[in-house]
């Protein structure tokens, strides 16, 4: 039988870049947050040994340079598995969006293969499989709000984020994520970033103090290689806080009315943004649908 797996998009309610590191990453301390924008895995094991990866969105890869398809060599190559899989990507995330959308597909291929092939759920091994293929993809495993650390890989679980509806903005190009942080300069940093004042908010489900503290070391950088962005930013931050989407260019606002996010996602849609409107997630996203 075939195995589901829902890959669901994140937004950063924080995303603070404290260092550089030695290994060419960079020190973070990071809050994600799941959203119901998702894309779609279905996973069916073949007898021949052989990945084969079909996706909806003729613009992907679908071979080694995809994540999707590394994730499953990685797994297969690390248990010693001989069997194949026929992996069906159907994409809702928009790509190299700053949403994570490859690093979900990823993680949610690592979950839905453990199921397929009925392999020890052993969570140490998985988050170390996660790390290599990115470093978004351990948070992708279990989803909800989460704490992330390091280069954001190391992952404490949060008290869920009350919930928001959130409309996501993209001004119609991709951006690098390695060029956005290349362009950080020593000013950009946050060295000595609190976060308290979001955990705070956080566990005492304070709406009012979670907006008060919205914050993205990388806007700066994107802002200076890509003004767009901040243009629609601007936009946005007219109808409710907002902030950019990981490395960008997408940026998101948050809003506890339903009618407000609906008002602000049509009226931008109508001077031709693309936009989506969604909701957070308090649930951990492990275990499919």
């Not at 990071?30 to 094991?45: F, K, V």
């Not at 021949?48 to 994540?67: A, M």
């Not at 499953?72 to 949403?99: D, M, T, Y």
């Not at 362009?183 to 970033?193: F, M």
């Amino acid at each position: 039988m075939p195995v589901c797996e829902k890959a669901y998009a994140k937004i950063n309610l924080v995303l603070a870049v404290t260092a550089r590191r030695t290994d060419g990453y960079h020190e973070l301390q990071t809050i994600y947050q799941n959203l119901t924008l998702h894309d779609t895995l279905q996973l069916t094991s073949l007898a021949e040994d052989k990945i084969i990866l079909t996706c909806d969105d003729p613009s992907l890869p679908v071979g080694p340079d995809n994540l999707v398809w590394r994730a499953a060599e990685r797994l297969k190559r690390f248990f010693r598995i001989s069997r194949g899989v026929h992996i069906k990507l159907q994409k809702r995330i928009p790509v190299a969006a700053g949403l994570a959308g490859g690093s979900s597909d990823a993680a949610a291929v690592l979950r839905g293969l453990v199921r397929l092939w009925h392999l020890p759920q052993d969570w140490e091994e998985l988050i170390q499989l996660a790390a290599e293929l990115g470093s978004d993809v351990p948070y992708c495993l279990f989803g909800g709000t989460a704490l992330g650390t390091g280069r954001g890989e190391k992952i404490t679980t949060l008290a869920p984020c009350p919930h928001f509806y959130v409309v996501l903005a993209n001004p119609g190009f991709k951006v690098k994520t390695a060029e956005i942080y290349h362009s950080l300069t020593e000013a950009d940093l946050e060295p000595g970033y609190d976060l308290t004042p979001m955990l705070r908010a956080l566990a005492c489900g304070d709406r009012n103090g979670i907006v008060a503290n919205l914050s993205n070391t990388l806007e700066a950088a994107a802002f200076r290689l890509s003004p767009a962005i901040r243009t629609l930013k601007d936009k946005l931050a007219q109808k409710a806080p907002s902030l950019m989407c990981g490395s960008g260019p997408t940026v998101f606002a948050l809003f506890t009315a339903q009618e407000e996010a609906e008002e602000a996602a049509l009226s931008l849609r109508r001077e031709g943004t693309a936009v989506w409107l969604t909701e957070t997630i308090s649930q951990p996203t492990a275990g499919g649908e």
